[in-house]
């Protein structure tokens, strides 16, 4: 009997955490992304020499498994905690105060950007590049055609 299969469409943080889960199982998966990268919209980017994060800014370590892949399951030296308060700017470019009950959970992010996390939970296995140009099911198969690997 064929292992089970699985194709993950998407490699942003929940495909990537998907394929993380099941990479003990004996599902065998491919993750299928049509971006250059990895992580979705948690991106970073350097512009003139500064590391920005355009996309989610910092990393909640709620539930209590999101910390405990954090500190204890990927590699941490470039884990960063960080101190204080986030606030927000609004359309006008205001600085104001971070929503409180926010503000009060530990937040986390990586010295090189946000997009490290992705990178973390795609290593070690491989994430393919895919524009489809046609779905075909055939006898419970869906068909997709693929292009490069991605990572």
């Known amino acids: 009997m064929l292992a ?3 194709a993950i469409i998407g490699a942003g943080l929940s495909g990537l955490a998907a394929a993380w889960k099941l990479r003990d199982s004996s599902v065998a998966c491919s993750c299928f992304e049509k971006s250059r990268g990895v992580s979705g919209r948690a991106t970073s980017r350097t512009r003139h020499d500064v590391r920005l994060d355009p996309g989610a800014n910092y990393i909640k370590a709620e ?14 030296e470039d884990l960063i905690r960080i101190p204080g308060d986030v606030w927000t700017f609004d359309e006008s470019g205001s600085l ?5 009950g926010l503000n009060a959970t530990p937040k986390w992010n990586y010295r090189n950007g946000i997009s490290t996390l992705g990178k973390l939970l795609a290593a070690g296995f491989r994430v393919t590049d895919f524009h489809v140009a046609s779905t075909d099911l055939e006898d419970a198969f869906m068909h997709l055609t693929t292009g490069r690997v991605v990572q």
Not at 63 to 76: D, G, K, Q, Y
Not at 96 to 100: A, E, N, T, V
């Open 4 to 6: 089970p299969r699985l």
């Open 63 to 76: 539930p209590e498994e999101i910390e405990h892949l954090l500190v204890e399951e990927l590699p941490t």
């Open 96 to 100: 104001s105060p971070g929503d409180p």
